[in-house]
């Protein structure tokens, strides 16, 4: 099969088109043609390698896929040939206690696909079969790779640890991130009032498109006094962020007494500055989320295939130039998901 694969962790030119052997699926996975596979962050950390995730190269990337059943491992059931499929990104136990309590983003062995296994920068890719999930007709392939990912961390965040209520503020940085056009029209459907952020002025009216109240351009205004202004001197209830040091301080500020700040993926790094008399004397809370449960995504695939949710696809890429997509992703000028598509060809 054709793969993008990097032999050594580095810069953009590490991602080579090339030829790799087929996966073979093992008694209880499943042999995925991938039709199309959708980039994350993540991908951009692996091939430049972080501590946190140690990989085995040459490696393949891509955590977001979808695609047709091309082999069945032999205790496989359930799932045919030839059937349409979106994979769920998380791979744990489901057997340990937090598994079996529903909790599988907590299983001490979680891992992703496209780090922990490899993933779908290929034409063919192998999960366990419990990872594989029908994908609704209404949806191309396309938007069964751009959705599962960042649906099921908004699902996570607003859900769960932020348990966002009707009628309130809810602040949502960066509206053009794959997570942000999802929190965006979550936070619409739990009947939230929500704030988004945007570097550039196009991205206004298609935050408005997504359903955002307000749209702030952060370069061209503070965010944390135009929330302020926005909610009357009060704050707002929640902040959903996964940029990290380049929001951070904005973020805190434009949080009420008791907000919730919740936050992941730390795209601008790791470390931020925390006042803690600001802390206890607004009597904040800040959470921390990492990807979603199985349940959540079940939950945010329902959105999606009753058109609630719906996957913003900003550009799909030919997956032999996998180089110019994960460039694309870092120069930030993208609204929703960037998409690889291999010569397998299909919509
Ligand atoms: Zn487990």
Request: aromatic residues 4%; hydrophobic residues 45%; contains cysteine.
């Amino acid at each position: 099969m054709k793969a993008v694969v990097f032999h050594e962790h580095g810069g953009l030119e590490h991602l080579r088109y090339e030829e790799m052997p087929d996966p073979v699926p093992g008694p209880d996975d499943v042999l995925v043609r991938v039709k199309a596979c959708a980039l994350n962050h993540l991908d951009i950390w692996i091939r430049q390698g972080i501590p946190a995730y140690k990989i085995p190269l040459p490696h393949i990337s891509g955590a977001d896929v979808s695609g047709i059943v091309e082999a069945l491992g032999e205790r496989v059931s359930g799932i045919a040939r030839g059937q349409r499929v979106f994979v769920s990104p998380g791979i744990s136990c489901w057997t340990c206690e937090q598994c079996l309590a529903g909790r599988d983003n907590l299983c001490p062995t979680y891992g992703l696909v496209g780090s922990k296994i490899h993933g779908g920068y290929a034409e063919l890719v192998v999960v366990p079969a419990r990872n594989v999930l029908s994908l609704p007709d209404t949806l191309t392939f396309a938007e069964g790779a751009a959705f599962p990912l960042v649906s099921v961390t908004a699902v996570h965040m607003l859900c769960a640890l932020a348990d966002v209520k009707p009628g309130e503020d809810v602040l949502i940085i960066a509206a053009g991130s794959g997570v942000g056009c999802m929190a965006i029209q979550l936070a619409k459907i739990i009947g939230a009032r929500v704030i988004t952020t945007v570097g550039a002025a196009e991205k206004i009216p298609k935050a408005k498109q997504l359903g955002a109240d307000e749209v702030i351009h952060h370069s061209q205004e503070p965010v944390a006094a135009r929330v302020k202004e926005l909610t009357h001197g009060r704050g707002v209830d929640v902040v959903i962020e996964h940029v990290g040091p380049a929001v951070w301080d904005q973020c805190i500020r434009s949080l009420a007494k008791a907000g919730r700040l919740i936050t992941c993926g730390a795209t601008t790094g790791g470390e931020v500055m925390l006042n803690l008399r600001h802390l206890f004397s607004r009597q904040l809370t800040i959470r921390g989320s990492y990807m979603g449960t199985r349940a959540e995504l079940v939950q945010a695939a329902r959105f999606v295939e009753q058109g609630r949710m719906r996957a913003v696809i900003d550009r799909v890429f030919p997956l032999a130039q996998a180089r110019d997509a994960q460039e694309h992703l870092l120069s930030r000028q993208f609204f929703g998901k960037i998409v690889l598509q291999s010569s397998n060809g299909g919509s």
